[in-house]
């Protein structure tokens, strides 16, 4: 599986690369940035992308925005990082088309479990 991460952090970036690859086994590019990550996901084509909620510039929802303004991205699994886990704010993720919501800070060693399980529900 090809993972795209997005996230202002390069220290996110790095311990979510280390996880899915070592861990999940699976290939990893990386975004810091929404309008970066646009550009990655149209170029690469990933089956998933991991974003990060709270970014400068363009935030979590509106690359997800923007990410579904391209047919050939308008189905791609997205699935948010974030700390902000209130019931009402994972709702509004979801009703934006997330798929799922891994909570910020996440556990490196379950990270590809936590998301073969948002994926397989």
């Known amino acids: 599986m090809k993972v ?14 280390l ?16 309008a970066e ?7 690469h084509r990933p089956d998933l992308i991991l974003m990060d909620m709270m ?9 997800l925005e923007q990410l579904r303004k391209e047919p050939e991205l308008e189905c791609t699994p997205v699935v948010f990082m974030t700390a902000k886990v209130q ?6 993720y979801l ?6 919501v891994v909570h910020k800070p996440f556990d490196p060693m ?10 397989s529900d």
């Open 87 to 92: 019931r009402e704010e994972i709702s509004r």
């Open 37 to 43: 990550g646009v550009e990655a996901a149209k170029a």
């Open 19 to 34: 996880s899915l690859q070592s861990v999940g086994g699976w290939q990893v590019l990386l975004a810091e940035s929404g």
């Open 110 to 119: 379950t990270l590809p479990d936590e998301i073969r399980k948002i994926l």
């Open 4 to 17: 795209l991460i997005v996230d202002d952090e390069a220290d996110i970036r790095r311990i979510g690369e």
């Open 55 to 63: 970014m400068p510039e363009m935030d979590g929802l509106t690359t």
């Open 95 to 100: 009703e934006a088309g997330a798929v799922g």
